[in-house]
């Protein structure tokens, strides 16, 4: 697993709990933006689109929110037993989103949290769980609501250091994949953005790489609509996941895209491909990184593996340190309503949190009728609330007959004399041509 965070914290709340939840999304095909479905739709977790989308509105600051995704590997979560609903699955990811809100509220009252809304996107065939909060904290004053404003991510070392030790302590808890093991190394690697829409376009495109080098298929004229860099992105994905086993295999298969686009090799660092346009008036480039783009493949030290393990074990302590000092922090710099009395900080016990203890026939019958009860119970109150508003409102001494008997008697007041504006001394009646209706309501 791996926490990815987004950059964008700015523009209407509403665009982006839109992005994480709709059952569509924007993309880049064949040159163009289309919407595109996502199936399977977005699952929603936890939380209240409505409400955490109200809060960020409600911010005066310019960067009102903050977007985290946990990132799952292909190959990593079994899909067909996410979408079964397996109940262990489940409750590890409930947990990892339960130190996730530990980690980002540590020291910090369970009243002045903000609201989480935590939704799934499975279109791109593996799990990400994303979470949107917004950046503020809540305390009551005078009987309002007065917000502070708490990035749970700031640009510093010390919050990258924190972050990190809770990526590890989860993936070592769970036996998720380790981003930094060097034997889950990334084959082929870019800019992000250009590995973005290669995904998009390899998913949507429907086209086959021919052992010639072209793209082929009915997708094939979306593909060649792309932006170059595009199009070498997803010819080195597809060589790369076809088996290619090494730079001079890579580069040979690139060959034909590369002439097809009036491209070529720049340079040729020992660990990367640096490719360039030929075309005059313009100086597009692209830097092609992973195991694939090194002279010599790499191969995975020993020493560093054991480097590595050995602070997967200690994530743990250091996380439980880190969130111990954002805790000083936050009761140093928040008002002390904000804050919650010091604990020692417990990442492993909300990890372990007890597994749910699976329900009887018995149980499980009565948790259906209950739910069907709520459910009767939401469509008979609608009905109920109005005939209680219709019988309030006919009741000739309350309710709306009040306000009738209050209009009537006005209606039936003789004319009121105003003073003349020049003479407010002389008084006189309103002539019979002058005279207006009260209208009847």
């Known amino acids: 697993m791996k926490l990815l965070w987004s950059p964008h914290s700015t523009g209407p709340a509403a665009r982006v709990v839109g992005y994480l939840m709709s059952e569509s999304h924007a993309a880049h095909i064949?040159?163009?933006?289309?919407?595109?479905?996502?199936?399977?739709?977005?699952?929603?977790?936890?939380?209240?689109?409505?409400?955490?989308?109200?809060?960020?509105?409600?911010?005066?600051?310019?960067?009102?929110y903050s977007c985290a995704t946990l990132s799952f590997a292909p190959d990593e979560i079994d899909m067909t037993a996410w979408r079964a609903g397996d109940r262990e699955l489940r409750r590890k990811i409930d947990a990892a989103l339960a130190l996730w809100a530990e980690v980002a509220w540590t020291g910090i009252s369970p009243e002045a949290r903000p609201p989480m809304l935590v939704g799934t996107h499975l279109h791109t065939g593996r799990l990400e769980v994303n979470i949107l909060?917004?950046?503020?904290?809540?305390?009551?004053?005078?009987?309002?609501?007065?917000?502070?404003?708490?990035?749970?991510?700031?640009?510093?070392?010390?919050?990258?250091?924190?972050?990190?030790?809770?990526?590890?302590?989860?993936?070592?808890?769970?036996?998720?994949?380790?981003?930094?093991?060097?034997?889950?190394?990334?084959?082929?690697?870019?800019?992000?953005?250009?590995?973005?829409?290669?995904?998009?376009?390899?998913?949507?495109?429907?086209?086959?790489?021919t052992p010639d080098g072209d793209f082929a298929g009915e997708g094939a004229d979306r593909v060649a609509a792309e932006d170059p860099r595009v199009q070498i992105m997803l010819a080195a994905r597809i060589l790369a996941r076809c088996g290619v086993g090494?730079?001079?295999?890579?580069?040979?298969?690139?060959?034909?895209?590369?002439?097809?686009?009036?491209?070529?090799?720049?340079h040729r660092p020992s660990d990367t491909i640096a490719m360039c346009s030929e075309r005059e008036?313009?100086?597009?480039?692209?830097?092609?990184?992973?195991?694939?783009?090194?002279?010599?493949?790499?191969?995975?030290?020993?020493?560093?593996?054991?480097?590595?393990?050995?602070?997967?074990?200690?994530?743990?302590?250091?996380?439980?340190?880190?969130?111990?000092?954002?805790?000083?922090?936050?009761?140093?710099v928040l008002h002390r309503a904000f804050c919650q009395p010091p604990t020692s900080a417990d990442p492993?016990?909300?990890?372990?949190?007890?597994?749910?203890?699976?329900?009887?026939?018995?149980?499980?019958?009565?948790?259906?009728?209950?739910?069907?009860?709520?459910?009767?119970?939401?469509?008979?109150?609608?009905?109920?609330?109005?005939?209680?508003?219709?019988?309030?409102?006919?009741?000739?001494g309350d309710g709306f007959g009040a306000a009738r008997e209050q209009l009537s008697r006005l209606e039936n007041m003789p004319p009121i004399n105003m003073p003349d504006s020049q003479n407010p001394h002389q008084t006189h009646s309103p002539s019979a041509e002058h005279k207006t209706e009260t209208p009847t309501p």
């Open 133 to 209: 909060v917004p950046r503020a904290v809540f305390r009551r004053v005078s009987g309002k609501v007065v917000p502070r404003a708490w990035n749970p991510h700031p640009p510093t070392t010390e919050s990258r250091r924190i972050w990190a030790a809770y990526q590890d302590t989860v993936n070592h808890h769970n036996g998720w994949y380790d981003p930094a093991d060097p034997h889950k190394a990334a084959a082929i690697s870019g800019p992000s953005w250009v590995l973005k829409r290669a995904a998009a376009l390899d998913r949507w495109a429907d086209c086959l790489f």
């Open 348 to 396: 492993m016990g909300i990890l372990r949190a007890c597994r749910p203890v699976p329900l009887s026939i018995r149980d499980r019958l009565a948790k259906r009728i209950r739910d069907l009860l709520d459910r009767i119970a939401a469509l008979v109150q609608p009905a109920q609330v109005m005939d209680a508003l219709t019988r309030w409102a006919g009741r000739p």
């Open 281 to 332: 008036g313009r100086d597009q480039q692209l830097i092609l990184r992973g195991t694939l783009c090194h002279r010599i493949p790499p191969t995975p030290d020993p020493a560093m593996a054991q480097a590595r393990r050995r602070i997967l074990s200690l994530a743990p302590g250091d996380l439980t340190e880190a969130m111990d000092r954002r805790a000083d922090d936050a009761r140093r």
């Open 246 to 266: 090494s730079r001079k295999a890579l580069l040979s298969g690139l060959k034909p895209v590369l002439s097809d686009l009036g491209w070529r090799i720049a």
């Open 30 to 64: 064949a040159g163009e933006r289309k919407v595109l479905p996502r199936d399977p739709t977005p699952e929603l977790i936890a939380g209240d689109g409505r409400l955490v989308a109200a809060c960020i509105e409600a911010l005066e600051t310019i960067h009102r």
